[in-house]
């Protein structure tokens, strides 16, 4: 009867620590579900925000450029003398160029380049990629800047052109969540004086920018509530 009596007692001792286990591996897994949630919903929220800081940072780089273009900070004006043999002004002996008024603030560089051909009036479209930074608080976050300028034309007289400009960060990842596109047109007028008792010519180009369109895509990611 001893033996039966210990035969019960170790077989309840494995039923108990069966159980154990098996609480043990449930808790396991329940642990393991809710920390896989918590991961996802961290990473998610991480994702989230890296999304909306590079969609501001995007917007804030365009809105500057456009203040630029429609600011003085876009006017480009350069001056051409001429020099003639004689006060006819058909044979042109030297000539000089300088710039009277330049493009300023942080796109000056990228509008030289742009508006290189036009402001001299030569064919053929402008392209170039630039990286730029944009102060965001304590930190400079860059920000890549696509051009396209293409000239227009009135019959074989060039008047101006046509910009395109797309800004987009490294955390975009391709996406075009955070891609915007900058759309203005430019307005090119060349004026001359001829001062025959000095032999000379001058002729000024001068490039102006109108009202500048930032489109935004439809899935940007804008913050907030919205």
């Known amino acids: 009867m001893k033996n039966g009596v210990l035969k019960k007692i ?24 809710v920390t896989s949630a918590a991961v996802s919903t961290v990473a998610g929220i991480r994702t989230g925000e890296e999304q909306q800081q590079a969609y501001l940072t995007v917007e804030s780089a365009a809105q500057l450029f456009r203040d630029t273009l ?13 020099k003639y043999s004689d006060r006819t002004l058909l044979y042109e002996v030297s000539s000089s160029e300088s710039v009277t008024t330049a493009p300023t603030g942080p796109f000056a560089a990228v509008l030289k380049d742009a508006m290189y051909n036009v402001i001299h009036q ?15 608080e304590d930190a400079y976050v860059p920000v890549t800047l696509e051009i396209t300028v293409e000239p227009r034309y009135q019959g074989t007289e060039m008047i101006g052109c046509t910009m395109e400009a ?32 000095e032999k000379l010519r001058r002729i000024w180009r001068t490039v102006t920018w109108g009202s500048a369109t930032i489109e935004t895509p439809k899935t940007a990611v804008t913050g907030g509530n919205g």
């Open 166 to 197: 797309e800004f987009y960060t490294v955390a975009d990842s391709g996406k075009g969540l955070c891609r915007m596109k900058l759309t203005a047109d430019a307005e090119l007028n060349v004026r001359s004086g001829d001062y025959q008792t």
């Open 10 to 33: 170790r077989s309840s001792q494995g039923a108990t620590m069966l159980m154990a286990l098996l609480l043990m591996l449930v808790g396991l897994m329940v642990s393991a579900v």
């Open 70 to 82: 429609e600011g003085s900070g876009g006017k480009y004006e350069i001056l051409t003398v001429k």
């Open 122 to 136: 030569l064919p053929g479209t402008f392209s170039g990629t630039y990286e730029i930074t944009v102060s965001d």
